[in-house]
């Protein structure tokens, strides 16, 4: 079936290119795009001592949360348990880390291991160079303004995960 035909029998208007340029300005695609850039300047920075930019925030919220459970952690990266699950796998592996029963057998906590706390150590000024240099080439008030409106935006998506914002 010609496609002009099933678009006029379906009572639809065939999409101009400009009407499709619109989704330069998508939210997704920009915030993800921002993100795949800002993660390999965090994993360019720690690439000496192999390790990841995910992996250093896990490490650092499993140090300061201490033992935490997987569903936590997982609400803390606001990421789903499958995801975190493949993240965090090659950390135990690797001794950053230490995956232990919980009171249940449903419940999984993370430990960080004295291995993984070097690590950490070793990966912070790492870190921090990384975030001074994102937070140079920006500017402080751009910086400030793109973390606030990135935390307002979690918060809102908390309060209300089933919808749209």
């Known amino acids: 079936m010609d496609k002009m035909y099933k678009y006029k029998v379906q009572g639809r ?37 192999n390790l990841r930019a995910t992996q250093f925030t896990l490490l650092a919220l499993a140090s300061v949360h201490g033992p935490i459970t997987v569903t936590r952690l997982s609400e803390e990266m606001v990421a789903d348990r499958t995801t975190l699950s493949r993240n965090l796998n090659p950390m135990e592996k690797s001794g950053l880390i230490r995956i232990e029963p919980g009171d249940d057998r449903r419940t999984r906590i993370v430990v960080i291991t004295e291995s993984g706390r070097r690590k950490l150590e070793e990966a912070y ?10 937070k140079d080439a920006m500017g402080a008030d751009k910086w400030s303004t793109l973390i606030s409106n990135s935390s307002e935006l979690v918060s809102l998506t908390r309060l209300d995960r089933g919808a749209a914002v």
């Open 13 to 49: 208007e065939k999409l101009e290119p400009d009407s499709i340029m619109e989704c330069r300005e998508c939210t997704c695609f920009n915030l993800r795009k921002a993100a795949r850039v800002v993660t390999r300047i965090f994993d360019n920075a720690m690439r000496p001592i």
């Open 125 to 134: 000024p790492l870190w921090k160079k990384a975030q001074q240099g994102i």
